[in-house]
């Protein structure tokens, strides 16, 4: 045999590329799946912080649903009055925190302003923000009068037009 094709023949080599590709492609595995686990933190982060600032939105809805219904004729016209034209801010609802939280676990603003598309009625905003997320519902509220004499009078409050954003 010549020395050229005993050369050919010679695989003694081989078995080194092979073991570095295959290193290679383990490196590379093992790179995807720390840079996708690194990932994962932040996305729960993300899904807490979400979570948390739609929990402060509808307790603020809530609250001021609760102002609304409280406030008597007198109260809920001037409210009315003032809500007029732009979004009014419910002063008590500035910036609050939950009861028993402090601002820096979350806090909600709601405000108001008339509904164009039905008489005796407000829409109500609030705003939810915890770090740096902000969630934001709108509703309406509506105020409904059942009997005509002032002693069997009832006044009803509903909420509609659910809207989330």
């Known amino acids: 045999m010549t020395p050229s094709v005993q ?16 290193l290679l ?3 590379a595995l093992a790179l995807a799946l720390l840079a996708s686990s690194a990932l994962e933190p ?3 982060r993300n899904l807490h912080d979400a979570s948390r600032a739609r929990w402060l939105t509808e307790a603020g809805i809530e609250l001021g649903y609760g102002l609304l219904a409280a406030a008597g004729d ?3 016209n ?20 939950l009861p028993g939280l402090t601002p820096a676990e979350g806090s909600y603003v709601v405000s108001i302003r008339n509904d164009r598309q039905a008489a005796d009625g407000m829409t109500v905003r609030s705003a939810g923000t915890f770090n740096t997320t ?17 002693p069997t009078r009832r006044v009803f409050y509903t909420i509609s037009g659910w809207r989330e954003f």
């Open 7 to 22: 050369r050919l023949g010679d695989e003694r080599g081989i078995a080194l590329i092979l073991a570095l590709m295959v």
């Open 78 to 97: 001037a409210l009315l009055a003032t809500a007029d034209a732009s979004w009014v801010v419910l002063p008590s609802l500035d910036g609050a925190a």
């Open 42 to 44: 932040r996305i729960s």
């Open 25 to 27: 492609t383990l490196s």
């Open 134 to 150: 902000t969630r934001t519902i709108e509703v309406v509220v509506r105020r409904v009068a059942e009997g005509s004499s002032e």
């Open 74 to 76: 007198g109260a809920w």
